[in-house]
């Protein structure tokens, strides 16, 4: 059925909704009335708002004179609200309001909620105050919404905002009924600020003794967040000053009990006190640790690990330097007699040496046994010396040749020459290549060339020629062009910012050198680590790496990423320093970040015989060059500054000599699932269900297939089912195409008697990227005294 609406708005508005013609000259009134005839004709609705009282006047004589039947009415400001806006109007709203705060005046998105009290919210607000109840997951969005100071602001020049504030909390509290949710609801209507303070404090302290919290907030209050779930408040937005007054409370705390943690359990209980929010707390659980109270194994170190993982200004690599606390495996020693080839070096300084070294130089250790196998190392290269480097599968040299098919097959190709970079830290460099999206399809071990050092060791292995010599990079790279591809070589950083990539085949070799500056540097002067440096600089590298594929126009899949360096790098302990008091020795040793001397043969003779002592007289085996040097054997270092704290190199130690090298790219490998058996588990005769018993220690085995082409490694064992408290984990690493067995110690509460199942989950790592499985079995959870029980279960 048709309807003609005539209303008379007056001042009150001018913007019309939708469909409706607004009146407000003459001349709009000759094409309103025609359009009113063509409406009535045609049998179809209109609506005519309009402004002055004289044109609504005539409106109604002239529809008396042509018999149109229309509903003429007058507009309140509250009506003309409800129809621009399209909302419920609550009854509380009255003219005044509308007229006196400019109502009609907001602008408001198309899409808005039906009611008026969500349409303020949402557009002042946030989304996040227009949900019907206040639910525990969205606290930490509220309170930051409710507290935002520029809606704040907002209530004075719009007052009716805070009577919308009151109806919503006043909803929340009703739908929620007694309990804390009633309460925060309360809250926020009265003060909103107060509630964020307290719980945010709830949020730092909660954990920690009550009486920290009874410093900073009344007794009564303490009761009330004591009702909120920790949980709740995971992602609260901390309020600047409550997190001052509980920083205050913390470093009391800290300041009486650090000296007091002397054993494993009591810092375990020192850890479940800290809320993983504050970059303080990580910083004085730090300090007890570096105190040596007691010694700190995986058990106490991974709980700090997951606590501060999201913890602003804890960047991941502080989180896994963490591992210098925990004492590893000690390295094997080779037996008398007993012979190592390459691979088992390599395995050996890879797996076992390097993290026992790392540990080593965290906290001052020397270990003369292990210095014997380092030494017998570095006897064993220099005598394998020309053998390694004959192999292609080996000798640093010769990686790139090994490597021209790889690059042949590419479109574009980076070749990253990373100047010193040690074992030690590849993980850092791997872990920056994987957030950005490249994976890692290849990683192999070389061994390096003597002196390890940049002015020997990059010509050769740019080159692959033993008798290069000159520096000059972009010219050996030129010689390569006979290979098909454009080598274009790149200074810095900012030349690979900056490359203008062609259509044609390219291969771009990047030195970069930060890191070699970085580890010959005093970090602790500026208050930070190796680590951190590092993981700076390979995070913008990766960065980089990461604009240049977005830039290249070519298939992701035919861009690769190769990187290598050019050797390693070590620190020396003091007592690991030999004194050689001479006036040669500071003639050959001028440069304190080398541990090589280079001599020409008629000096070499005049060099006393004790000072050979103490390492190796040199030469190359493939090189026309008559140069001799002086390399030192193991850690020897006969001329060094004991105020020189930063890597060096130039000697034969694994850490100087086997050195990381890898390919990368856009695309992920695909990688199988290891297969997973629980081993010699009990199980009942009738169900076939698997036994386990409560309240005492259940060790579990579990069997590891990796049936892969590349080595995994077991991180992580969780029980998710059920309740269960973990006492030891027994992790490993699988080798390819291989079995291992991993081992959790149980204790299950007395809660698992009501569930039926085992579910645990496995974390592991492959080509530097991480990955979970779980395996599952049906279960009985039984007591001790229960039927079945027997000597075999002891």
């Not at 309170?143 to 919308?164: F, K, R």
């Not at 390459?342 to 076992?352: L, N, Y």
């Not at 979970?772 to 279960?793: C, H, P, V, W, Y």
Request: proline fraction near 5%.
């Amino acid at each position: 059925m048709n309807s003609i609406e005539i209303n008379f708005i007056g001042e009150l508005a001018y913007d019309a909704p939708e469909g409706t013609l607004l009146l407000r000259t003459e001349r709009e009134y000759v094409s309103v009335c025609k359009e009113l005839l063509e409406s009535s004709s045609a049998g179809s609705s209109l609506n005519v708002w309009v402004k002055k009282k004289v044109h609504y006047i005539w409106l109604e004589s002239f529809l008396r004179l042509v018999d149109i039947t229309a509903v003429f009415q007058e507009m309140t400001p509250r009506s003309v609200l409800k129809t621009t806006w399209e909302v419920i109007i609550p009854d509380w709203l009255d003219d005044g309001i509308v007229i006196s705060q400019q109502l009609l005046e907001i602008e408001l998105p198309s899409e808005h909620p039906a009611t008026f009290v969500d349409t303020m919210l949402g557009k002042f607000f946030g989304p996040e105050l227009q949900a019907e109840t206040l639910k525990e997951g969205r606290l930490p969005e509220i309170i930051q919404a409710a507290n935002n100071p520029e809606a704040v602001d907002q209530v004075e020049i719009y007052p009716v905002l805070s009577h919308c504030l009151e109806e919503k909390y006043n909803s929340w509290s009703a739908a929620a009924g007694p309990g804390w949710i009633e309460e925060v609801s309360s809250g926020l209507k009265d003060d909103p600020e107060t509630i964020w303070k307290e719980l945010t404090l709830k949020s730092i302290l909660g954990n920690y003794p009550e009486k920290l919290l009874e410093f900073v907030m009344p007794s009564h209050r303490i009761a009330f967040i004591n009702k909120v779930p920790s949980k709740a408040l995971d992602n609260l937005p901390l309020h600047s000053v409550a997190r001052e007054q509980a920083l205050a409370q913390i470093e009391i705390f800290f300041r009486d009990i650090s000296s007091t943690v002397k054993s494993p359990d009591e810092f375990r209980k020192v850890v479940k006190c800290v809320s993983g929010r504050l970059s303080q707390e990580f910083k004085y659980i730090e300090e007890i640790l570096n105190s040596g109270g007691f010694e700190a194994t995986a058990q106490e170190i991974d709980p700090v690990r997951d606590i501060f993982a999201g913890c602003p200004g804890i960047i991941s690599v502080k989180l896994s330097d963490l591992d210098r606390f925990i004492i590893p495996e000690r390295p094997a020693i080779p037996k008398d007699g007993e012979e190592w080839e390459a691979e088992r070096w390599i395995k050996w300084a890879v797996k076992e040496y390097s993290p026992f070294r790392r540990w080593q130089i965290s906290n001052d250790i020397h270990d003369p046994e292990i210095e014997g196998a380092v030494r017998a190392f570095s006897d064993w290269y220099i005598e394998e010396y020309a053998a390694i480097h004959q192999d292609a599968g080996m000798s640093l040299v010769h990686l790139l040749g090994k490597w021209r098919e790889s690059i042949a097959e590419d479109q574009l190709s980076l070749v990253l020459l990373v100047d010193c970079l040690p074992v030690e830290f590849w993980s850092i460099l791997q872990k920056e290549f994987t957030r950005v999206g490249l994976h890692r399809h290849r990683l192999e071990y070389r061994f390096a060339p003597l002196p390890t050092t940049t002015e020997i060791s990059k010509p050769l292995l740019l080159s692959g020629q033993w008798d290069r010599r000159h520096s000059d990079y972009a010219a050996i790279l030129k010689e390569k062009n006979s290979d098909g591809k454009d080598y274009l070589y790149l200074p810095d950083l900012k030349a690979l910012e900056a490359v203008k990539l062609s259509d044609s085949p390219n291969v771009l070799v990047l030195n970069y050198l930060p890191a070699d500056e970085a580890l010959h540097s005093d970090v602790g002067a500026k208050g930070s680590s190796y680590e951190e440096e590092l993981y700076r600089l390979f995070s913008r590298l990766a960065d980089s790496v990461k604009r240049l594929l977005e830039r290249w126009s070519g298939d992701s899949e035919a861009f690769s990423v190769y990187v290598l360096t050019d050797h390693g790098a070590t620190r020396i302990l003091a007592e690991e320093k030999s004194e050689f008091d001479s006036m040669i020795v500071n003639k050959l040793f001028m440069d304190q970040k080398r541990r090589y001397a280079s001599v020409i043969p008629a000096e070499a003779d005049g060099i006393p015989d004790n000072l050979w002592e103490f390492g190796y007289r040199f030469k190359q085996s493939f090189s026309s060059d008559e140069t001799e040097y002086f390399i030192p054997r193991g850690h020897n270092t006969v001329a060094m500054n004991n105020s020189y704290v930063g890597y060096i190199h130039g000697g034969a130690t694994p850490e100087e000599v086997i050195v990381p090298a890898a390919i990368f790219k856009p695309v992920k490998m695909k990688w199988q699932s290891p297969a997973l058996r629980f081993l010699n588990i009990r199980t009942d005769g009738a169900t076939g269900k698997a036994i386990f018993y409560i309240q005492r220690v259940v060790p579990i085995k579990i069997g590891v297939q990796n049936s892969n082409s590349m080595g995994i490694r077991i991180t992580k064992i969780e029980v998710l089912s059920p309740d269960t408290d973990v006492k030891g984990v027994t992790l490993a690493g699988i080798n390819p195409q291989s079995e291992g067995e991993i081992g959790i110690d149980c204790y299950f509460n007395n809660s698992a008697r009501d569930q039926d199942e085992l579910i645990v989950k496995l974390i592991f790592e492959i080509a530097g990227e991480e990955y979970s499985k779980e395996i599952m079995t049906g279960a009985e959870f039984r007591t001790a005294t229960q039927g079945g029980f027997n000597l075999r279960d002891l």
